[in-house]
């Protein structure tokens, strides 16, 4: 169950972290590129990817 969290909890964050530069339009080449709503999106993903690895952490081994 760790190793699934960790997993998944880290491409939450790469996706959010993606969506978040698309949305200030650093990383352009999308149709996300440019809109902030992108970002406020990629925002929460990574919120979740961090609360994910924090959960993760606090399970036993």
């Known amino acids: 169950m760790r190793n699934i969290l960790n997993i998944v909890g880290g491409i939450f964050i790469f ?14 080449g999308s149709f996300m ?3 902030l709503r992108w970002a406020v999106y990629g925002s929460a993903t990574a919120i979740v990817g961090i609360l994910m690895l924090v959960t993760a952490r606090r399970l036993k081994k």
């Not at 996706?15 to 352009?28: E, Y």
């Open 33 to 35: 590129t440019g809109q």
């Open 15 to 28: 996706f959010g972290l993606v969506w978040i530069l698309q949305g200030i339009d650093i990383l352009p």
